[in-house]
């Protein structure tokens, strides 16, 4: 019933810059917290992103220092990444979570992933 479907993954080179986003249905959105994880082969799933449900507060991983962009468009039920300066550490399958009180690794809804490859 619940589905949260990610786009916009794709390689790029280091410096350069990706937005992904994730739309969501069979849920009321504006309820939602929405937010992004993402995983590393061989490392454990990451905070990157949150934005609650109305888009006032937005959260963002120490790591991002000032390259990542949260937002959220509650008419078109869909929340985007935007990043720029990638840098290949970056390179990951990033995550779309969703919940009701809040976003953490325990979310209650996940997307499948959309791959993000920042090469050197």
């Known amino acids: 019933q619940v589905q949260l479907v990610e786009s916009g993954g794709g390689l790029v080179q280091a410096g350069g810059s990706l937005s992904v986003s994730c739309t969501a249905s069979?849920?009321?959105?504006?309820?939602?917290?929405m937010g992004w994880f993402r995983q590393a082969p061989g490392k454990e799933r990451e905070f990157v992103s949150a934005i609650t449900w109305s888009g006032v507060y937005t959260y963002y991983g120490d790591f991002v220092k000032g390259r990542f962009t949260i937002s959220r468009d509650n008419a078109k039920n869909t929340v985007s990444l935007q990043m720029n300066s990638l840098k290949p550490e970056d390179t990951a399958v990033y995550y779309c979570?969703?919940?009701?009180?809040?976003?953490?690794?325990?979310?209650?809804?996940w997307g499948q992933g959309t791959q993000v490859t920042v090469s050197s």
């Open positions: 069979g849920l009321t959105f504006s309820s939602y917290h």
């Open positions: 979570a969703a919940d009701p009180q809040g976003i953490s690794g325990r979310s209650r809804y």
